[in-house]
Nanobody, 115 residues
């Protein structure tokens, strides 16, 4: 059974930093691409960052230069380092992966950036 467990969210002032973690189980982690999505109230869920199994990364334009996705295959964990946070980054952040073409999601972690 695939499980994704996020942690690291919280309340931070604009300009601050947070690091999110997502611990995965039930998959061969080193072979999976991992993604971070976010969803603000009233908005659709949007893709924030992707890291492939070989470490290639991609970012939404809105977070380029501020967020960094990374992975530790030994710990089966993916991270999202978020710097220079803005109020518009406020959202629930979700970890995502796929297995046999099915999507799996974590429970989400709330990030709130105050102005």
């Amino acid at each position: 059974q695939v499980q994704l467990v996020e942690s690291g969210g919280g309340l931070v002032q604009a300009g601050g930093s947070l690091r999110l973690s997502c611990a995965a189980s039930g998959i061969i982690f080193r072979t999976n691409a991992m993604r971070w999505y976010r969803q603000a109230p009233g908005d659709q869920r949007e893709l924030v960052a992707t890291i492939t199994s070989i470490g290639i990364t991609d970012y939404a334009d809105s977070v380029k230069g501020r967020f960094t996705i990374s992975r530790d295959n030994a710990k089966a964990t993916v991270y999202l380092q978020m710097n220079s946070l803005k109020p518009e980054d406020t959202a629930v952040y979700y970890c995502n992966t796929q297995k046999w073409r099915a999507d799996y999601w974590g429970q989400g972690t709330q990030v709130t950036v105050s102005s």
